[in-house]
């Protein structure tokens, strides 16, 4: 298991834009730097990168949910 | 001389004490938005105050130095690392020639500073060195930093060993808290609002959002109610619009009457909403180091109390120098 962490304060969001499907499911595989959800801050958009591969166990946070530095975003089973 | 940049970070701008003389044209002071913080970083490497440094916003600026420097971090609680060895924050510190130095999460606090002996030597600009990204003025080129840019770094003009401190006493240091009270100035234009709308602004609890950067900080809670009005000739027609006006630095304004928002230094100058209130500037430091979810009271003080209060915060100020 590896937990994806905010490194920055904001709004979390599982999707690119209102209206997109979310970047990824519980259940999808992911791989090494791929994009699981956007930190809003200062009216920037930064994505959240998975560091590892593997299988998206849960989401910690909700979309729109407020995060701070170093709260789990996701949890990972690593392949 | 020189610095640079390995990585950005999310908005690292040069900045110095302030841009002053050109707000009736429009231009803000700009400035470190922590001005305490800035100050003590150029403190502990033998600047002057005037000297620039990097204020870094959320995330910090990785770099490269190309001889021997010294610098200080201050402000904002991250993790530092030279050359891959940790380092203490408000301390002054050595990297040797060739050195990385390289910045771990933040973990209070939204802004901090790096100062290096000698100061960021970009050009003045209007008296300056403070970026001000939206006229693409000042600083470096007019915007914040990205990966690959040079930073001059000043001539040597003081002896290292005529430092002030070494480092900040702990007692020294601001605290960096997700609770903050706020001491408000109120006017011009809080008869604009109905008792209620008072009451909630100044006794009620707020909260900063995510929408909140060098031009102004916004804030959710409970929301205001204006009193009934007949739209004067030259105002909007929300009831927070005013016949347009000049903005002080630290003034809130509650657009629709639902989030209040605060102008810090790099504002605009004037424009139509009613400012309700000011944060009194002893206490605009302590609204750069809020970070979203911050807790916020805003405290009613009279004049008196502020003049008081701004008295009290030169005074430390003056002691980091002493």
Excluded at chain 1, 21 to 42: K, L, N, P, R, Y
Excluded at chain 2, 23 to 42: H, K
Excluded at chain 2, 57 to 76: C, H, K, P, R
Excluded at chain 2, 225 to 240: H, K, M, V
Aim: charged letters at 20%; proline letters at 5%.
């Amino acid at each position: 298991m590896a937990d994806i962490i905010s490194t920055l304060p904001g709004i979390f969001y599982r999707k690119p834009a209102p209206g997109k499907d979310d970047f990824v499911s519980v259940g999808d595989a992911v791989e090494v730097g791929q994009t699981v959800g956007i930190v809003e801050i200062m009216k920037q958009f930064s994505e959240v990168k998975a560091d590892v591969a593997g299988t998206v166990r849960e989401f910690k946070v909700d979309n729109e949910g407020m995060v701070n530095p170093g709260d789990v975003i996701a949890v990972i089973d690593e392949a | 001389m020189s610095i640079e940049v390995l990585t950005p970070g999310l908005s690292t701008t040069v900045q110095d004490q302030g841009r002053f003389g050109y707000y009736n044209v429009g231009l803000p002071q700009g400035g470190s938005l922590d001005a305490y913080s800035s100050q003590a970083a150029n403190m502990l490497v033998a600047n002057t105050v005037d000297e620039a440094v990097l204020e870094c916003a959320y995330m910090g600026s990785n770099l490269s130095f190309d001889a021997e420097s010294v610098i200080a971090v201050t402000g904002a609680e991250v993790s530092i690392t030279i050359n891959g060895e940790s380092a203490p924050m408000w301390e002054t510190l050595t990297v040797p020639s060739g050195g990385t130095v390289e910045f771990g999460m933040m973990t209070q606090g939204a802004r901090f500073y790096i100062a290096v002996h000698g100061g960021i030597d970009v050009p003045v600009v209007l008296g300056s060195r403070s970026t001000y990204p939206l006229g693409r003025l000042g600083g470096f080129d007019g915007r914040k930093l990205e990966a690959g840019d040079v930073l001059p770094v000043g001539p040597a003009t003081a002896d290292l060993n005529a430092v002030p401190q070494k480092s900040v006493p702990v007692e020294a240091r601001p605290e960096f808290s997700k609770q903050q009270e706020l001491r408000v100035l109120m006017g011009l234009y809080d008869f604009r609002l109905t008792d209620k709308g008072k009451r909630n602004l100044v006794e009620e609890e707020w909260s900063l959002t995510p929408v909140a950067d060098r031009a102004g900080l916004r804030y959710k809670g409970p929301g205001v109610e204006w009193r009934e009005r007949e739209q004067p000739f030259g105002a909007g027609s929300d009831p927070s619009n005013i016949v347009d006006a000049g903005y002080s630095v630290g003034s809130i304004q509650i657009p629709g009457g639902t989030q209040p928002i605060i102008l810090h230094r790099d504002a605009v100058s004037g424009g139509g909403y009613a400012m309700v209130g000011t944060v009194i500037s002893a206490d605009m430091d302590v609204v750069a180091r809020a970070t979203p979810g911050t807790v916020t009271r805003f405290v009613e003080v009279t004049m008196d109390e502020a003049l008081a209060a701004r008295k009290v915060y030169k005074e430390a100020l003056a002691s980091l120098w002493a």
